[in-house]
């Protein structure tokens, strides 16, 4: 038995969207790869669990067609592509986007009743619900899991757009009120169980059951924690499991306080030292005598064919109280505005998650995003 197990390819993504042009061909090029190979080993199968696509840009005709081209390739190699859906996949024109291509029979969606079999393979899945959200999600799963039971001899495999909650916290961080994080006991018996959804990899053996999460297969956002992180797809064969990484563009974030010609030339000669190919985030705090340095050079980079993202802000612009300089720790820390500042992470965390589930480009979603968190703050 050989197969691939991948997650969030969220084809389509334009993020950044100052390069998102490039970008949602650096997506469609990962899920490339990831095809490629999969021909080239000849594997059995390949297993998505979840955000084939992503929700918040739109799919374009051309954009479609290079997809079309990709996988009827797999399909003249007969590797069948079987998929559940995840958050990103229900919302909008993404759903009708799936039941194109499987109405051309390029890929299958995975259920909980009607296993989708090789040989002595029996593949699994649950597809998430479209207009549930939170607690209510968390029921549907418990609900549609509960005392389920898979009856074959062979090999079962199942696939859930989430995760467990004894994967370690550098996976669930800042996502204490996710409904898609169950616990091992509320999922039918299994013997490889293909999670999503989480964009970092994570796999764990327990008594040859197996728990795998491959991360998604690009950078989603431009970020210091995505900085370093390795993007790919596990590949399976019979008891063998190996990460395949995959190459998809370097970012960069470049962090300083520029108070001198040193720290000004320091960000000049880190930058051009760069490939053109990197995604350049310069988070710098100036002093203003600085900021039409910082102008031009940025101008010229960009001009020259460097990939930057400004989001540097001037020292003069902090807030100063009693000549004493003001930051985010200083409020949170202090007493006139919360005692406790882990209730304010959990706060901002909290609405991260809301947007993540609600916001689909509408701005009818702002304010039910709105009502939201003024309900739980006038508990």
Same mark, same amino acid.
């Given at each position: ?8 390819t969220?084809?389509?993504c334009?993020?950044?969207?100052e ?5 949602k061909?650096d ?13 080239? =080993? ?18 374009? /005709? ?14 003249d190699?007969k ?9 990103h996949d ?85 996502? /204490? ?39 998604s ?13 390795k ?12 990460f &395949?990484?995959? $190459?998809?563009?370097?970012i ?24 053109? =190919? ?16 910082? &102008? ?52 901002? $965390? ?30």
């Amino acid at each position: 038995m050989k197969f691939v197990h991948v997650s969030d390819t969220h084809l389509g993504c334009q993020i950044p969207v100052e390069y998102g042009e490039i970008r949602k061909y650096d997506f469609l090029n990962s899920f490339k790869q990831v095809i490629e190979f999969a021909i080239r =080993e000849k594997v059995d199968f390949i297993i998505h669990s979840g955000d084939f696509f992503d929700d918040y840009f739109r799919i374009d /005709s051309k954009y479609l067609l290079e997809i079309l081209d990709i996988l009827f390739k797999l399909k003249d190699n007969k590797i069948p592509l079987i998929f559940i859906k995840g958050n990103h996949d229900t919302k909008g024109l993404r759903q009708n986007v799936l039941e194109i291509l499987k109405r051309l029979d390029l890929v299958y969606e995975a259920n909980i009743k009607d296993p989708f079999i090789y040989k002595d393979v029996y593949i699994y899945g649950i597809s998430e619900p479209q207009n549930l959200s939170y607690e209510q999600l968390r029921a549907y799963y418990k609900k549609n899991l509960s005392n389920l039971k898979f009856e074959n001899n062979g090999y079962t495999i199942f696939m859930f757009h989430g995760a467990i909650n004894i994967f370690p916290e550098s996976i669930l961080e800042g996502y /204490s009120k996710e409904p898609r994080i169950l616990s091992p006991e509320d999922f039918p018996k299994a013997n490889y169980y293909a999670f999503g959804h989480f964009h970092k990899k994570h796999l764990e053996k327990h008594e040859n059951i197996i728990f795998a999460l491959p991360g998604s297969t690009e950078r989603t956002e431009i970020s210091k924690d995505e900085e370093n992180i390795k993007k790919g797809f596990f590949y399976v064969r019979d008891d063998n499991i190996e990460f &395949k990484e995959l $190459n998809v563009r370097p970012i960069y974030i470049y962090e300083d306080v520029i108070n001198n010609d040193y720290a000004l030339n320091k960000l000049k000669n880190d930058i051009y030292n760069k490939s053109k =190919e990197t995604i350049i985030k310069i988070k710098v705090r100036y002093k203003k005598d600085y900021y039409i340095n910082i &102008k031009n050079l940025l101008e010229n980079l960009i001009e020259s064919g460097y990939l930057i993202l400004d989001d540097s802000y001037s020292l003069d612009e902090e807030i100063k109280l009693n000549n004493e300089v003001i930051t985010i720790d200083n409020i949170i820390d202090s007493s006139f505005f919360v005692n406790d500042k882990h209730e304010v992470i959990k706060m901002f $965390n909290y609405i991260k998650e809301l947007f993540e589930e609600m916001y689909s480009g509408k701005n009818s979603d702002l304010d039910r995003i709105r009502e939201t968190i003024f309900k739980q703050l006038i508990k």
